[in-house]
């Protein structure tokens, strides 16, 4: 049956989701379970994607992300894919209306990875951002409001602010891989020979302001999303806060982690907080 196949892709992306990113996962459990299929999905694909540019070295990644791409309109424009990931992916961008402009960035930034290695002005830094996680938000918003246009544009400006907020919270603690696995630098003007107290405190302002702003957009999502989103939220500032904590130098050598034990505690402390009511 069509549906036995389709709750198998959307259980592929599940399992995607949860064997890349614990963090992100759980924050996805956080949420309605009328939604979380069609989250799972979204990461799914996103991943799939990144994982070509950022890891599948010795083999052609362009030849294989385009690939990807036009398998991606295959299962679009047909309605089924016999790539499980792709084949749940088409499904939420129809069900909620997901336009094709943000599919178009993200895959636009994915394939810069293949041939750019340094952002040096703001302009082509942000360009990046938008593309590699604004527009994920913006995936992920149109499920939270169902589809729902009006609700969409009120809350789009915060949702791009949140993933751009972490976005860079991960291009910071991968500054060590970036620079030397991949050779990239995203900040412009830094990397690790430049990358000192003061160009950290000047990114994480940033980042501090992304939130800031964000959070005004957290408080006005749907009940079905915004504990998850909150969950999620809290977990990224706490990693920007040890990144704070985390002298230069440390940040340059080694891979800064939250612990499982301080995301548990940290869970609790967000069930505690939205149950009383303080996210609003």
């Known amino acids: 049956m069509k549906q036995l196949f389709d709750d198998v892709s959307f259980k592929c992306s599940r399992l995607v989701t949860k064997n890349y990113s614990t963090s992100f996962s759980l924050a996805v459990y956080m949420l309605s379970p009328s939604i979380r299929d069609a989250i799972y999905s979204i990461y799914g694909f996103v991943r799939f994607a990144d994982e070509?540019?950022?890891?599948?070295?010795?083999?052609?990644?362009?030849?294989?992300?385009?690939?990807?791409?036009?398998?991606?309109?295959?299962?679009?424009?047909?309605?089924?894919?016999?790539?499980?990931?792709?084949?749940?992916?088409?499904?939420?961008?129809?069900?909620?209306?997901?336009?094709?402009?943000?599919?178009?960035?993200?895959?636009k930034s994915m394939k810069m990875d293949l041939i750019k290695l340094d952002y040096n002005s703001k302009d082509e830094y942000e360009e990046y951002i938008y593309g590699s996680a604004d527009v994920v938000g913006l995936m992920c918003l149109k499920v939270f409001v169902s589809g729902k246009e009006h609700k969409y544009e009120e809350l789009k400006d915060e949702a791009m602010r949140l993933g751009s907020a972490f976005q860079k919270v991960n291009f910071l603690r991968d500054l060590r891989d970036d620079n030397l696995i991949l050779n990239r630098n995203y900040f412009p003007g830094v990397d690790l020979n430049s990358f000192d107290e003061n160009a950290k405190k000047a990114i994480i302002n940033e980042i501090k302001e992304d939130f800031r702003i964000a959070y005004q957009g957290i408080v006005k999502l749907p009940i079905e999303a915004k504990f998850g989103v909150y969950t999620a939220y809290v977990y990224y500032k706490k990693l920007l806060k040890k990144l704070e904590n985390t002298p230069c130098k440390e940040i340059g050598n080694a891979r800064i982690r939250v612990s499982n034990y301080t995301k548990a505690t940290l869970l609790a402390q967000s069930f505690v907080t939205y149950k009383l009511r303080l996210v609003e």
């Open 52 to 107: 070509i540019v950022d890891s599948f070295h010795g083999f052609d990644k362009e030849n294989l992300i385009n690939d990807f791409e036009k398998e991606y309109y295959k299962a679009y424009n047909s309605g089924i894919s016999l790539n499980p990931i792709l084949n749940s992916f088409q499904q939420t961008v129809n069900q909620y209306n997901i336009s094709d402009d943000l599919i178009q960035a993200f895959l």
